[in-house]
């Protein structure tokens, strides 16, 4: 199973590359990273 040490870098890149292809309006992230690992990893393991 993943631990957020192994993922986090993962996450981090996916966000830099996606707020770097969207449209810049501010806003700051909806979700913390650590919210959305633990959603994937809850669903993983259902």
Known sequence: MPTP?????????????????ALDFGRPPGHDLREILDAILYVSRT
């Open 5 to 21: 040490e192994l993922v986090e870098p993962v996450l981090s890149a996916w966000r830099f590359e996606r707020r770097g292809r």
